[in-house]
């Protein structure tokens, strides 16, 4: 079983920073591709960063030049650095990780955090 545990979501004055951490456990043979998520009541889930194994990333127009996406590929963990908040941006951010297991190398398998809450107060 593999469990990703999403910390340091908080509240936040507008124009302020956070740092979202993700970190992956259990039984982890290799992860592929790590990113994050977020959602608002009513709302679909939408892709607010991704990154692969080598450092490729991608970003939602909403976030471009705010926010920054990394991995520590030995600890297994990713990383959101949100810069110049908006209240536009509270929501329940989640962790996604693409993951091969110990006992099924084979496979890619999909798992999501438990998700932490960012609320952006004007």
């Known amino acids: 079983q593999v469990q990703l545990v999403e910390s340091g979501g908080g509240l936040v004055q507008a124009g302020g920073s956070l740092r979202l951490s993700c970190a992956a456990s259990g039984s982890i043979f290799s992860i592929n591709a790590m990113a994050w998520y977020r959602q608002t009541p009513g709302k679909q889930r939408e892709l607010v960063a991704s990154?692969?194994?080598?450092?490729?990333?991608n970003y939602a127009n909403a976030v471009k030049g705010r926010f920054t996406i990394s991995r520590d590929n030995a600890k297994n963990t990713v990383y959101l650095q949100m810069n110049s908040l908006k209240p536009e941006d509270t929501s329940v951010y989640y962790c996604n990780a693409d993951v091969r297991t110990v006992a099924g190398r084979d496979y890619l398998y999909n798992y999501w955090g438990q998700g932490t809450q960012v609320t952006v107060s004007s």
């Open positions: 990154i692969t194994t080598g450092g490729t990333t």
